[in-house]
């Protein structure tokens, strides 16, 4: 009898794996994480893994890297990555991290079964990684302010400055929290670098102690650390949180963006307290701030970030495509493979909607107007129309349009948050709506407890 180990954090979905594989005679292994899956590979040796590519506790790119790794401790097994996304760059991705094949969701017992018969059984395994832990960085700002959010950098893809980016600005993804004693930085686009100039201006020479939290090392979202000041003194504490890629760790890639011939300054020779971290975990502490992360669907290894406050909660979700619009288009498999699609797109944004419910604060992707979304399907960014549909479904508070395009003029913008303010109109709801600017801050209202 062969053994199949499927890795997912998706419990239906394994239940329903499950049933297929036992119907045919296949033993049964399962898992809910990475870690877990690669220490099940190491200790029963399967004939063949299927593995979800975003899993909490080492994605499913990772488990692939780990196991192809691991020869002389895993007799080889088919892989057979499964994914949400439909991004080509994923499966290529996937194939080169060591999966033998690629499946997107929602796919048949038939597609699956094809899969496994078809391929020789090869093998798995390596020793878990233990998460590693690092204390709190302390804060270097009162606890007892109320949380606030600052746009450093609003724009997606590249830097765009110019007479017709000043009114809501063209620096690259970067949004400061000061939140319960501690200074979070939303990713290090190009944004980051007026921040880390105003941070050492504000703190004249005392130390700065900051968590950055990069969402995913496409290039606008880490460009500018090669800028920040506060790296540069010894007497700082800069703290790096993230999650590796698609193919290469968190740290190698930051590293290897400062190396020569790109940048005259390597990482190493940075004279602050850098301290780089790869999360396992969805859910984690920044001191009193708690921190939840949900993968989300843009190519690679991206992730939103929820910080619960004690003024409520900020999500940032900076790349992201909501799915029932990306699988409307319809596929060459008909009529029914379509419906299953949807459904599955409808429950997939539906996390979402959970993730985000109830915020006092959304700073979401949304690059695209209606017209220019058509066009753009698949590309992984969000529809304004979309966008304002999932923060009125979730009651969010404040809804902030992020990510512009770099080719929106000020004008464009403007006109895509009157656009979103007509639709929240129309529905008669309280939603308020604005265009992500450099410069604004929003402060959180301090929670009134319940008489």
Not at 219 to 242: C, E, M, S, T
Request: charged share 20%; aromatic share 8%; glycine share 8%.
């Amino acid at each position: 009898m062969r053994t199949v180990l499927v890795i997912d954090d998706d419990a239906e979905f394994r239940k329903l794996a499950r049933r297929w594989l036992l119907g045919q005679g296949y033993r049964v292994l399962e898992a809910a994480d990475g870690e877990g899956g690669v220490a099940q590979a190491l200790e029963n040796q399967p004939d063949a893994i299927i593995c979800d590519l975003l899993l909490p506790r080492s994605n499913g790119f990772q488990v692939c890297r780990t196991i192809r790794s691991q020869r002389s401790k895993i007799r080889q097994p088919l892989i057979i990555a499964t994914t949400s996304s439909s991004y080509a760059t994923d499966k290529q991705n996937a194939i080169e991290s060591g999966a033998d094949g690629c499946l997107v969701k929602p796919f048949t017992q038939e597609e699956l079964l094809k899969l496994l018969e078809s391929s020789g059984f090869l093998q798995n395994a390596t020793t878990p990684r233990k998460p590693s832990k690092s204390p709190p960085i302390p804060g270097a700002v009162p606890s007892d302010r109320p949380p606030f959010l600052r746009f450093w950098g609003v724009r997606g893809s590249i830097p765009t400055p110019g007479p017709a980016t000043v009114q809501y600005g063209g620096n690259t993804s970067c949004i400061e929290v000061r939140a319960d004693g501690e200074i979070i930085v939303l990713d290090a686009g190009s944004g980051i670098r007026p921040l880390g100039l105003a941070l050492s201006k504000e703190f004249k020479g005392l130390p700065i102690h900051v968590t950055v939290l990069i969402s995913h090392t496409h290039w606008d979202h880490i460009q500018g650390f090669p800028f920040f000041i506060p790296a540069y003194d010894p007497q700082n504490k800069v703290r790096i949180l993230g999650y590796e890629g698609a193919r290469k760790e968190l740290q190698a890639t930051l590293t290897n963006q400062m190396e020569s011939p790109y940048f005259p300054i390597s990482m190493r020779q940075m004279p602050g307290h850098i301290d780089i971290k790869e999360l396992k975990e969805l859910e984690f502490s920044i001191g009193k701030v708690r921190v939840q992360a949900a993968f989300l669907n843009h190519p690679g290894v991206c992730v939103g970030y929820r910080l619960y406050t004690s003024a409520g909660s900020i999500v940032y979700m900076p790349d992201h495509e909501p799915f029932q619009r990306m699988r409307a288009a319809p596929v060459a498999n008909g009529p029914a493979e379509r419906q299953e699609a949807l459904k599955y797109a409808s429950e997939q944004d539906q996390k979402m909607i959970q993730f985000i419910q109830d915020a006092e604060a959304l700073i979401i992707d949304s690059q695209y107007d209606d017209e220019e979304y058509r066009t753009h399907v698949g590309w992984g960014h969000g529809c304004v129309d979309d966008v304002v549909t999932l923060a009125l479904f979730a009651k969010v508070k404040q809804l902030f349009l992020f990510h512009h395009d770099p080719d929106h003029t000020d004008a464009q913008i403007t006109k895509m948050q009157e656009w979103a303010r007509e639709i929240v109109q129309y529905h008669g709801e309280a939603l308020k709506v604005d265009a992500a600017r450099e410069g604004v801050q929003h402060v959180l209202a301090p929670l009134v407890a319940p008489a």
